[in-house]
């Protein structure tokens, strides 16, 4: 482990499922509004949400495991289980070798729930339509046993219930049953179920009970609350806060804090919108809350800024706390594309909330908050293609946001590019693994399954025409990571893949 906190090699992923894979050679024509636009863990990673094009959420449930108990383990049963897993890997070790580590199973997901959360609208006042796209998925704490989560489109928030209830059904009427010696009735269990006095006055003979057997289960999706009419502009982001009562949305130029428990109102925190609109220089990228402290959060510029600011300073965050800006190399010349590729498209606080991660178009860069001259270490994942930013600028590439996430112990971090490309890297020194998100990689008939993580990279990258890079169901935009193990959700046009290390 390094001084930052990152493995000096990064995860090794292996594939574990894919979901909605669908192949474009064989007919199958692809959708636009399948395309899948949010992908997001739950906070025990058990379940795994999905928000596409089309409005629609799509839960997964993890089902190799033990459903979770109220119950809590005790110090001296998680001491005695600590002891016997470690015993397991030394044993494991002896018989493979001093290097030998004990490979985890695969995780198994199944689909469990599918519902519209939200529909195309039409702003009547700006003459705009409002696309049924999902930008932003979070999970909320859950309640009475119920799974919530909110989810965004680029104007309206809403918070979801969802619960699973045991459906009943009609199985008999007892017809069958025996009359008793003394006028009750004998079921065929042999259970004695006397007649009522007042029945057997009527001349009752026969008590017909209905009997009710389970049918299965059934899921269902209920909106709680909806937060709209606060953002002029497309929402970019949404954040919980760590107390699960409040959270923030963030577009272009402001930020928003919204109660979970007040749908109606909501509280306007920065707002960076100038008196004149021909003064503004940079717009709000990425917002996120801190993971342990409720008064910190973080905003990302398109100028490639980072911004950590405390509530606790003012209603109005005029200010800020820390600023996060890398020097200026005056060494390397500014180009037309400079200000573009700058823009950040993602920010992360590490597990511990020690670190910040950014990602840009060409780099990612890992920050220490206590230290705002430079960052810790910068990882170029685009360097590739350096040389085509013109032609990626003609297609439109050149805007594409990319999403990254840490392990759930910040020891790796995990990013996605173009033509199907997963890549991960070592948090401490930016060492780097590679994975083609693909049915082809996974059963080896791409040819690519062994090679290095810079010859994959060089191949799926530097190697690609300009008709694979603008092909939106070989891009990966959409990552993230359990927070409670090594397993990460890929999402590839309209397909997931579960990968696991």
């Not at 003012?314 to 060494?331: H, I, K, N, V």
């Not at 590490?350 to 670190?355: E, M, V």
Request: hydrophobic share 35%; charged share 25%; aromatic share 8%.
């Amino acid at each position: 482990m390094d001084s930052n906190g990152g493995h000096q090699h990064p995860l090794r992923y292996s594939f574990a499922q894919a979901f909605g894979e669908r192949d474009p050679d064989q007919g199958v024509v692809i959708q636009e509004a399948d395309m899948i636009s949010a992908v997001r863990f739950n906070e025990r990673g058990d379940m795994i949400a999905t928000g596409d094009r089309g409005g629609r959420i799509v839960l997964l449930r993890r089902v190799d495991q033990p459903k979770s108990t109220s119950k809590k383990t005790g110090r001296r049963k998680k001491a005695l289980l600590r002891a016997a897993q470690n015993k397991k890997d030394e044993a494991n070790k002896a018989a493979g070798g001093e290097g030998a580590v004990r490979a985890a199973d695969p995780p198994e997901f199944r689909f469990w729930t599918q519902f519209q959360s939200h529909e195309p609208e039409f702003d009547y006042l700006k003459s705009m339509e409002i696309e049924e796209k999902i930008n932003q998925i979070r999970w909320v704490r859950q309640v009475s046993g119920a799974h919530r989560l909110i989810s965004s489109n680029d104007k309206t928030i809403k918070l979801w219930r969802i619960s699973e209830r045991e459906v009943k059904a009609l199985a008999s009427f007892s017809s069958d049953q025996l009359h008793g010696a003394d006028g009750g009735s004998v079921g065929t269990n042999g259970v004695a179920r006397p007649i009522p006095s007042k029945l057997v006055g009527y001349g009752a003979k026969r008590l017909v009970i209905p009997e009710l057997e389970t049918a299965g289960s059934m899921v269902s999706a209920t909106p709680r609350r909806t937060f709209s009419n606060a953002h002029a502009y497309h929402i970019n982001s949404i954040s919980m806060n760590s107390d699960d009562e409040v959270f923030l949305s963030a577009d272009d130029l402001r930020v928003n804090l919204w109660n979970l428990n007040a749908g109606g109102v909501g509280f306007n925190i920065l707002d960076i919108k100038p008196d004149n609109m021909e003064d503004l220089t940079e717009v709000i990228t990425s917002a996120e809350f801190h993971p342990q402290h409720c008064n910190l959060f973080i905003h990302s510029s398109s100028r490639g800024v980072v911004k950590l600011v405390d509530l606790r300073q003012s209603a109005l965050c005029e200010g800020w706390a820390r600023e996060f800006e890398e020097p200026e190399d005056l060494g390397s010349g500014q180009s037309f594309f400079s200000e573009i590729i700058a823009s950040i498209s993602d920010i992360k606080f590490s597990p511990d909330g020690r670190y910040i991660l950014t990602r840009d178009y060409m780099t990612l860069r890992l920050w220490d908050v206590n230290m705002e001259r430079a960052p810790v270490v910068v990882i170029p994942v685009h360097e590739h293609l350096r040389a085509r930013l013109s032609d990626l600028y003609e297609n439109d590439c050149i805007f594409d946001k990319f999403q990254c996430d840490f392990s759930h112990d910040g020891g790796s971090i995990v990013t996605g590019s173009y033509n199907a490309l997963f890549q991960t890297y070592s948090s401490a020194n930016g060492a780097a693994t590679a994975l083609e998100a693909s049915v082809d990689f996974v059963s080896g008939t791409s040819g690519r399954r062994h090679m290095s993580a810079e010859a994959l990279a060089a191949n799926l990258i530097a190697g690609a025409s300009a008709q694979e890079l603008v092909d939106p169901t070989r891009r990966v935009t959409q990552v993230h990571s359990s927070p409670k193990s090594h397993i990460a959700a890929v999402a590839t046009g309209p397909a997931l893949y579960v990968y696991y290390a």
